[in-house]
């Protein structure tokens, strides 16, 4: 992509409703603007992340043998008050009514909806287990909308629901999506803690909330101190095999948000307990048959006898993500992505773009990193060198190449990496096999 072409509206100056470095950035950035309070339209920088962050979320859920549906994002009322939701939620869920008067909401989550689909489907344990996903805009009118992505009152959620025939095989259900989550978020690079959780409006007596420690969170959390030196998982897993010791291993240290954290109680004694904030990016809920019995989803047991579904459901905030890792990845100049997320592998700078030989140079090497499927931005604008840097270190892709003209006369191109700021020349080719090879 050419710089010249793009459409990145880059901030010079700090936009003053940011209170939290990750909005700032992502508004400087050009990656969001904001629609209403609490509503975001995605810009194609923006967008790029969203979609890497989205696809490592379906790779690993698919992984683990769930299978992505898509629901609606408009739900009928009669569903809700069937499971006795639609007065319980409140004033979060937005509620809709359509030319005949009939009630409808805008979905703050899916359990109803899903299991109207699952009821009338599945009618035997033979065909169970089963775990749907899908990757959907939810809406929650929240009270205090704020720091932009992170607490949205329209954003991007990854959902999978489990029906299984009984407790054992939620239990396993559940282990798999926890292993999931380890694996999605080692893969941003990102250390997710998993902490007992308290269930909320979703149900059930077993939860764990996702936690990345950093000080802009909103939870409180406590977790033992060995959790800090704790390295994300990072092996395969073999989904058919016994996940319990996996899941034991993962949650034998202390981790608690404050819902449930009781200082009275807790195993660890206060000088190995760490008092910290964490951006929750994903929570798991077993509720077992609290959808399943007042909607009716039962099958066919072994035995012939009717068994209402066992359930969990477990939701990754894949829009709040984005704001997270720009948490955890930052400084000064501007955010520094990891690559399995970055929005272009490259930024390409010509520092001379009036200079004939450093256009061809600079051109050639764009069309050479393309055709090896390399993702360049190639900032081929007529701007200033140091507008130029500000740009490429704002914007925060992992490499930079920069094209002047006292490196061309020796023949070399100067190789940024944006993490450590260690700078290298290279021969032009040396520049081309090093990104096509990566
Ligand atoms: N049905 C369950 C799991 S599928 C559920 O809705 N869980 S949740 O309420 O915990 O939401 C799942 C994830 O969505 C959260 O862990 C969080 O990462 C994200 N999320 C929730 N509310 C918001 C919000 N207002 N803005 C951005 N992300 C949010």
């Known amino acids: 992509m050419r710089l010249s072409q793009y459409f990145l509206p880059l901030l010079r100056e700090n936009p003053s409703e940011a209170q939290i470095v990750s909005h700032r950035l992502m508004l400087r950035a050009g990656m969001i603007r904001q629609s209403s309070a609490g509503i975001y339209s995605w810009l194609p920088l923006g967008l790029r992340v969203l979609k890497r962050v989205e696809q490592i979320v379906r790779e690993e859920q698919d992984r683990s043998g769930a299978q992505e549906i898509l629901m609606p994002t408009i739900q009928p ?29 805008y979905g703050p989550t899916n359990e109803e909806q899903v299991t ?8 035997s344990y033979r065909d169970l287990p089963k775990n749907l996903y899908h990757i959907q805009w939810k809406f929650r009118d929240e009270v205090r909308p704020r720091f932009g992505v992170m607490r949205g009152r329209e954003f991007l959620m990854k959902d999978a629901y489990s029906f299984d025939v009984d407790a054992a095989g939620a239990k396993h259900s559940y282990n798999k999506m926890f292993v999931a989550y380890l694996r999605t978020f080692a893969r941003m690079g990102l250390k997710a803690i998993p902490m007992r959780a308290d269930t909320g409006p979703i149900g059930g007596d077993l939860s764990h909330e996702f936690q990345i420690l950093a000080e802009t969170g909103e939870s409180a959390v406590f977790c033992d101190r060995r959790w800090l030196e704790t390295a994300a998982l990072a092996d395969d897993v073999d989904y058919d095999s016994d996940l319990e010791p996996l899941f034991r291993k993962w949650t034998a240290l202390y981790a608690a948000t404050d819902e449930i954290h009781d200082p009275q109680n807790c195993p660890v004694p206060p000088e190995d307990l760490v008092t910290a904030r964490g951006i929750e990016v994903g929570q798991t809920f077993y509720f077992g048959t609290k959808y399943s019995v007042p909607l ?22 894949v829009s709040r993500l984005v704001g997270a890792l720009i948490e955890a990845n930052h400084d000064d100049a501007g955010i520094i992505w990891p690559d399995s997320v970055a929005p272009f592998r490259l930024g390409l700078v010509n520092l001379r773009a009036a200079d004939a030989k450093c256009r061809e140079a600079a051109g050639d090497l764009y069309a050479k990193l393309r055709q090896a499927g390399v993702e360049v931005l190639y900032d081929d604008r007529d701007e200033s060198p ?6 490429m270190d704002l914007i925060g892709l992992p490499d930079q190449l920069i094209i002047g003209p006292r490196g061309l006369a020796a023949g070399t191109i100067e190789c940024k990496n944006r993490r450590s700021g260690a700078r290298q020349d290279l021969p032009l080719d040396a520049a081309v096999a090093r990104f096509v090879a990566a």
């Open 296 to 317: 009716g989803a039962v099958v066919a047991g072994p035995n012939g006898e009717e068994v209402p579904l066992e359930m969990g459901s477990y939701g990754i905030g």
């Open 386 to 391: 140091g507008a130029k840097f500000a740009a």
């Open 77 to 105: 009322a009669e569903l809700w008050r069937e499971s006795g939701r639609y007065d319980d939620y409140g004033k979060e869920m937005l509620r809709i009514q359509d030319r005949h008067d009939r009630e409808m909401l």
């Open 116 to 123: 109207d689909i699952v009821r009338g489907a599945i009618r």
